[in-house]
């Protein structure tokens, strides 16, 4: 998987949230926090190849072997130094019944993946990174394909001009994603009503329910939220196309698709844009067989979001709530008072959402930033998720009626320099069941320097937790993957 900057029964419902109350201030919680010494990760030298897999329906099942695997950026640089960067690599660490092993991996850069040149190349910024590439057995043939918008030439049309941008997909097969000197990859053939811009804020998701990997984005020229039905032909083309959905100014995110390959229709979330201040949500939930429906409902404000079965009903649910960052600009005064410092979640079933506040921040570690989202997570494989909620010192899982602190520390001197206490902590990316044992574990990253104390970017650090307890699946650092041995 590629971890992403994070009616219900009401008895269950209540318990979820009556669990955010108790973490206001003077509660203790129900678990001691988990905290890892900072020798915990290392840098695995040598590498080599994932056996291959015979296919699988699981859109993060790189090679198909029955096992989530890990994709994770790699940096080739300090990127503490103040000079321009190079372009990131993505590394892909593969599953096994021990979960993520560092060894097995590999590292694709732009070229190894075949993508054309970017408008980077041309003296201007490029943006290949991990963080904007997705996962997805496009054409269904049981093996996930990397799919990387990549910015093209200068464009426009009437009203926008900026950087063409097109997915293309690099094809999947037993060992993972086909790269090489052979290697090109398909761009995705997009709409004419996309115009001469493109597509951007791309996402994957199965927003009909019929089992085949679809992806959503927004048109670069304003006029509509563009959905691509899989499955697509090796030519990049989608079985059919939807531009009904109205188009907003801000970032798409989709429900998981189900991991089991189990049809389950993925509702679509319009996060409006931000300038740092809490901005709204627009939800277009799924309709099995039909698509996102073609009004959203409007949510509450708050930049963290998580889709998950909250209150272990079945049915998905969505929570919204504050992430913790303020641009502190003439007007944020006039926030409502329900917004700050609270989480709400909405039924998937209708009925009415429930709001509880968060965890309070230390006050010493409190920042104009914030500490970052929320993830879904079912560490004890109960059937209902937790939400994970990034704080100032690490994460707190927030299940039924239980909290526990998740923290693990980079370490004390990193790139030559000492970190300070208040940016050493691990940062939430995510959750999955890498093993196959029917529980999640947690994903935590680090990484040295401002960029990531900041805003959590250029993570080295990883920590693959044993779901909640001080043990880890796997602990290391992505220092020396892009070394050439």
Not at 25 to 35: C, V
Not at 257 to 286: C, K, M, W, Y
Not at 376 to 384: E, L, Q, S, T
């Amino acid at each position: 998987m590629i971890p992403r900057r994070l009616g219900a029964p009401a008895g269950a419902l209540a318990a979820l949230l009556a669990a955010l109350t108790a973490c206001g201030g003077s509660g203790e919680p129900d678990q001691r926090a988990s905290r890892s010494p900072s020798p915990a990760v290392s840098t695995p030298a040598e590498s080599r190849a994932p056996a291959p897999g015979k296919g699988a329906k699981d859109p993060d099942d790189l090679n198909g072997d029955g096992y989530r695997d890990l994709v994770v950026p790699v940096g080739t640089g300090d990127p503490g130094n103040g000079g321009e960067q190079p372009e990131e690599r993505l590394g892909v660490v593969y599953g096994s019944a021990k979960g993520p092993d560092p060894v097995t991996r590999t590292v694709h850069d732009r070229d190894g993946l075949g993508l054309p040149e970017s408008l980077r190349r041309a003296g201007q910024s490029g943006d290949f990174s991990a963080d904007r590439a997705l996962t997805a057995d496009l054409d269904g043939d049981g093996f996930a394909d990397v799919v990387t918008p990549v910015a093209r030439e200068e464009a426009k049309d009437s009203r926008v001009a900026t950087a063409r941008r097109v997915p293309y997909v690099t094809w999947g097969g037993p060992r993972g994603p086909r790269t090489g000197t052979a290697a090109k990859a398909t761009p995705v053939r997009l709409p004419a009503g996309t115009g001469a811009l493109g597509v951007e804020s791309l996402v994957r998701g199965d927003f009909d329910g019929d089992g085949h990997h679809d992806l959503a984005g927004l048109a670069q020229n304003h006029s509509s939220v563009v959905l691509l039905y899989g499955p697509f032909s090796r030519a990049g083309a989608p079985a059919r196309t939807d531009t009904s959905l109205p188009w907003r100014d801000g970032t798409l995110h989709a429900d998981a698709i189900d991991p089991s390959g189990a049809p389950r229709a993925t509702s679509l979330l319009v996060h409006l844009v931000s300038d740092g201040e809490q901005s709204g949500n627009l939800l277009f939930r799924a309709r099995r067989g039909a698509g996102p429906g073609p009004s959203g409902t409007e949510l509450r404000r708050g930049n963290a979001h998580a889709f998950g079965d909250f209150d272990g009903d079945g049915r998905r649910d969505v929570a919204i709530g504050d992430d913790g960052s303020r641009n502190d600009e003439p007007g944020h005064e006039t926030e409502s008072p329900d917004i700050g410092g609270s989480l709400t979640v909405y039924p998937g079933k209708g009925g009415e959402p429930a709001t509880r506040r968060l965890p309070r921040a230390a006050r010493k570690g409190d920042s104009d930033y914030g500490p970052g989202g929320f993830a879904a997570a079912d560490p004890d494989g109960d059937g209902r998720d937790g939400i994970l909620v990034a704080t100032y010192e690490g994460a707190t899982l927030l299940d039924g009626d239980r909290r526990t602190e998740v923290l693990r520390e980079g370490p004390a001197r990193a790139n030559s320099r000492k970190t300070p206490a208040k940016w050493r902590h691990a940062r939430p990316a995510g959750a999955a069941d890498f093993d196959g044992d029917g529980k999640d574990e947690l994903i935590l990253h680090w990484g040295a320097g401002t960029l990531f104390g900041l805003y959590g970017e250029h993570p080295t650090h990883w920590w693959i937790t044993e779901g909640t307890t001080s043990r880890d699946r796997a602990a290391f650092a992505t220092t020396r993957f892009a070394d050439r041995s």
